[in-house]
């Protein structure tokens, strides 16, 4: 009914979060890493960006969901722009759908970029330390 | 069927992404996160359909299908149409301004 509003809510939050952090981030330390046969010197990410993939990955749901919601009638160009809302009975399935579909929705997402920031994670480990990872 | 179209679009746009990796000049990175996006988001709730509707969630009319499938294609095409826009707005190639101003 209206379950992509708990994602585009976070989005909004992560969004905002991503801006402050990357006003506030100063040079990150410069790696040297073997590429090749010779070594190139690299940034770590900074979590402002990692951030802004959450962000990404929610705004673009959010985005593509609530077409689907628009296709099926459930959200309306006018006010209350959710069909939903203007039946009392029917807001109160809304919210609980909002709370329960839309709550899990955030959350797999979120979960999905904690395995995504595991694997950056990993990764630029064995780039920067490729000596740690080899044991 | 939906989320099946989203996947596939998802996958479809991943693998043109890390072919054309490190560079990102045709933004193909904006499609991936909006497909994988839409596509967990409808996965969770493929999850909740299954919950309440059993095995029977796997035998959909021929007519709920098609419509599912008219709409995840219709989500595909406003994807491209949001990362057109992006493309166009931030002409990474330059391509736009070069067409609208000649040089002397």
């Not at chain 1, 929610?58 to 959710?82: K, R, T």
């Not at chain 1, 807001?91 to 955030?106: R, W």
């Not at chain 1, 480990?125 to 490729?130: F, G």
């Not at chain 2, 995840?72 to 101003?101: E, Y």
Request: aromatic share 12%.
């Amino acid at each position: 009914m209206a379950c992509f509003l708990v994602p585009a809510a976070e989005a909004a939050v992560t969004t905002i979060a991503a801006k402050a952090m990357k006003s506030k981030e100063r040079g990150l330390p410069v790696h040297k890493v073997a590429v090749g046969s010779g070594f190139e010197d690299v940034e770590a990410i900074p979590f402002s960006k990692k951030l802004n993939w959450l962000s990404k990955l929610l705004w673009g749901g959010s985005a593509l969901l609530c077409f689907e919601h628009v296709w099926h009638g459930e959200v309306v160009p006018f006010f209350p722009f959710l069909t939903a809302a203007s039946d009392p009975a029917e807001a109160a399935v809304m919210l609980d759908e909002m709370a329960s579909v839309g709550g899990s929705m955030a959350l797999f997402l979120t979960g999905a970029w904690a395995v995504m920031l595991f694997a950056a994670h990993k990764i630029q480990k064995k780039a920067l330390y490729p000596q740690l990872s080899a044991k | 069927m939906t989320l099946l179209v989203s996947v596939f679009a998802a996958l479809t746009c991943t693998a043109i992404w890390y072919k054309n990796a490190p560079k990102n000049e045709m933004k193909v990175g904006v499609l991936c996160w909006l497909f994988w996006g839409s596509s967990l988001m409808w996965f969770i709730d493929a999850c909740f359909e299954y919950a309440e509707l059993g095995a029977e969630y796997f035998t959909p009319a021929p007519v709920d299908m098609l419509n599912d499938f008219f709409l995840g294609m219709s989500v595909v095409a406003l994807g491209m149409l949001i990362w057109l826009a992006i493309l166009l707005v931030s002409d990474p190639k330059g391509a736009l301004k070069s067409v609208l101003f000649q040089k002397k």
